[in-house]
């Protein structure tokens, strides 16, 4: 079974810098395709940043790039997310999540439905 923990979320200042990570159980996120989603109030959830396994090919949202990095810590089995520059519309609860499908892993993001376990989110509050 998979099992996965969001933490690290909390209340920052616009411009400023938070790091979320998500511990894994019962794989290992080395050979897992991954990633990070999030959903504002009263908006859609949306892929923010998602790996596959193999290759490793990354992808992110257009409204991230050049401010998030998507990351892998092999040693503690977790996958992380470093956000800088955080916006007030990067507002939402961030949710960690996990697939074996060949969807996630030839087109990571691209569908929310080809990922099969999810953690029960980190609020993240960009607000002055």
């Known amino acids: 079974q998979v099992h996965l923990v969001e933490s690290g979320g909390g209340l920052v200042q616009p411009g400023g810098s938070l790091t979320l990570s998500c511990a894994v159980s019962?794989?290992?996120?080395?050979?897992?395709?991954m990633g990070w989603f999030r959903q504002a109030p009263g908006k859609e959830r949306e892929g923010v940043s998602c790996?596959?396994?193999?290759?490793?090919?990354?992808k992110y949202a257009d409204s991230v790039k050049g401010r998030f990095t998507i990351s892998r810590d092999n040693a503690k089995n977790t996958l992380d997310l470093h956000m800088n520059s955080l916006k007030p519309e990067d507002t939402g609860i961030y949710y960690c999540?996990?697939?074996?499908?060949?969807?996630?892993?030839?087109?990571?993001?691209?569908?929310?439905?080809?990922?099969?376990?999810w953690g029960q989110g980190t609020q993240v509050t960009v607000s002055s």
């Open positions: 999540a996990f697939a074996t499908n060949l969807l996630a892993q030839l087109r990571p993001c691209s569908l929310g439905s080809s990922y099969a376990e």
């Open positions: 019962g794989a290992s996120v080395d050979l897992s395709a």
């Open positions: 790996i596959s396994s193999s290759d490793g090919s990354i």
